[in-house]
Each structure stands twice: as structure tokens, then as C-alpha cells.
């Protein structure tokens, strides 16, 4: 033993102080180097790029419907296909989007394979879109089917709103804040940037603050967080700034202190009583790549 601490020492002791320096000064100029580079986040568009996403969120309620406590958690998964069937040229790029399989709770939910076209520039943003007020009532029936876990008999309601009769259009604001939407300018790590979106699933608006946190093999890694009276919402994305797509998007809403009055007329237009909702809720959203 008294031999391998002599031989540790030397090797130790052949190393100078100088040496150390350097090789400390090697390494800050490099994190500098790192932290000083700019980079420009942008979605790209080939054609025919063929890819598909999982769409994964999890509810979990500790919630009292008309005074009468529920605890709960619900699981859904939406696996849809994203196309470019053209590129611009601005550099603008149509996604044919098609939700091929939803399921909830370990049960399969029917979404018919709905389509829906979206023009979208290299910032993320959603410039037109097709069928999307489609795809969004067929989201709306898995919606139902999990709040009906509360409100027995929910989801055999008809709804009084006619989906089909909307504007696109309309629908763009929902899905465009479901990834970054990037600024113009490049970005070094560290610097923050701000885009009032409509928050998922909630449907509320508010500012989130997107932070580039850094950058390892050409991957972004971006911070999200949003805080909204008693919501507060945090998360992480990555995006591959070579191939310009979104790698991952997974962030995290909490809801405290939740006590509002639900009139179900609004949605169903049936008999059903007005009911009060209190508790607070967790509700975890998960975008990613499958490979």
C-alpha cells in the first residue's frame, strides 16, 4: 500500500503547477468560446419528410365536483404523422398532420384518422391551416371521455358545439404553442425571449419565457415557464438545430387552489345542473419524437 501512495505521488508530483494553469486557462477559454457563440434556432422543411410524434398527457386531480371528493389520474396518448407536401418559397412549409391512434386509459379512442394541412413559417408559427377544427373535435371526444371519470355520464352528452362549422384558423394558436416559436435573431445561451401563447390543454393565455440553456451536439436545449395566477407551468424542450425539428417538448402544469363554477349548458345544451369545482390539479404533457 505504502508503495502506491509513492508512486501516486510521484506521477502527481510530475505534473507542474504551470501546466495546471494552462490547462485550467485552456478550459474557461473554451466554456467562453461556448457561451459567446450565437445560434440561430429555425424550423426546416424538406420535401416529403416523413415523421411521427407521440403526444402523451397524464391528469392527475385531487378534485371536488358539488362538494364530493375525487382522486384521480388519467392517462392519454395521441401518436400522429407529420408530413411536408411542400416547401415554399419563402421557406415556408404545408405539414400534412394525421392523428392515426389516440388512446385513454388503456382504451383505444377512435379519431377516424383526421387530417389536417398547416402552413408554417421557419419561426414555428402557424401562418393558415385546414382542418384543424376537425381534429380538434375529435380531441375534445377523449377530453369528455376523461372528465366523465368525474361527471358520470358526461361524455354520452351531445355537444351543442359544431366543430365543423368553425374557421381553421382558429384553431392555429393551440397547436402553434404546443413547440418554441423562435425569435429572428440568434441567440446565445443563456438569453431569454417571451411569446404570449394559449397554455395546452388549459386553454388560457399567457406569457411564457423561453430561456436557451445550452447547447450540446448541435441540440438546443430550451427552459420553459409560464406562471398564471395559481397556475404555474415549467418544462424542457429539445430541438436539433441541424435538421431544424423538434426532438422533445415535455413541461408540467400545476393548478392550486382551483374553485370554479362549470355551467355544462355552455357545452351541451342538455339539462344538466351547473357544478362547482374545487381542489387542484397536475397535469404533465410529453411531445416527443418517436425515432
Known amino acids: 500500500m505504502r508503495k502506491i501512495f509513492t508512486f501516486l505521488f510521484l506521477i502527481i508530483s510530475l505534473v507542474s503547477p504551470q501546466e495546471i494553469k494552462e490547462e485550467q486557462k485552456q478550459t474557461t477559454e473554451t466554456e467562453i468560446k461556448h457561451q459567446e457563440q450565437e445560434y440561430l434556432l429555425q424550423y426546416k422543411f424538406t420535401l416529403n419528410e416523413d415523421i411521427n410524434y407521440s403526444l402523451y398527457i397524464e391528469n392527475f386531480g385531487q378534485i371536488s365536483i358539488n362538494e364530493k371528493y375525487n382522486e384521480k389520474t388519467d392517462r392519454g396518448k395521441i401518436i400522429f404523422n407529420q408530413k411536408v407536401v411542400e416547401v415554399d418559397e419563402n421557406g415556408n412549409g404545408i405539414l400534412e398532420i394525421i392523428y392515426k391512434q389516440g388512446v385513454l386509459n388503456n382504451e383505444n379512442v377512435s379519431l377516424s384518422e383526421k387530417k389536417a394541412k398547416l402552413k408554417m413559417n421557419p419561426k414555428g408559427e402557424i401562418i393558415e391551416s385546414e382542418g384543424l377544427q376537425e381534429v380538434a373535435g375529435e380531441f375534445v371526444k377523449i377530453v369528455q371521455k376523461g372528465v366523465a371519470s368525474h361527471i358520470p355520464g358526461v361524455d354520452r352528452l351531445p355537444l351543442t358545439i359544431d366543430f365543423s362549422k368553425m374557421s381553421s384558423d382558429t384553431f392555429n394558436i393551440h397547436w402553434e404553442s404546443m413547440r418554441p416559436v423562435f425569435p429572428e435573431k440568434k441567440l446565445k445561451i443563456g438569453e431569454s425571449w417571451e411569446r404570449r401563447i394559449m397554455v395546452p390543454i388549459i386553454y388560457t393565455m399567457g406569457n411564457m419565457k423561453y430561456t436557451l440553456e445550452n447547447v450540446e451536439k448541435n441540440k438546443a436545449y430550451i427552459g420553459m415557464y ?26 408540467t402544469i400545476n393548478i392550486k387552489d382551483i374553485n370554479e363554477k362549470l355551467n355544462l349548458k355552455d357545452y351541451f345544451g342538455a339539462n344538466v345542473p351547473p357544478v362547482l369545482i374545487q381542489g387542484k390539479t397536475k397535469i404533465t404533457v410529453k411531445m416527443n419524437l418517436i425515432q
Open 226 to 251: 409560464l406562471k398564471k395566477d395559481n397556475l404555474v407551468l415549467k418544462g424542457k424542450g429539445i430541438f436539433d438545430i441541424e435538421k431544424g425539428s423538434l426532438i422533445s417538448d415535455e413541461f
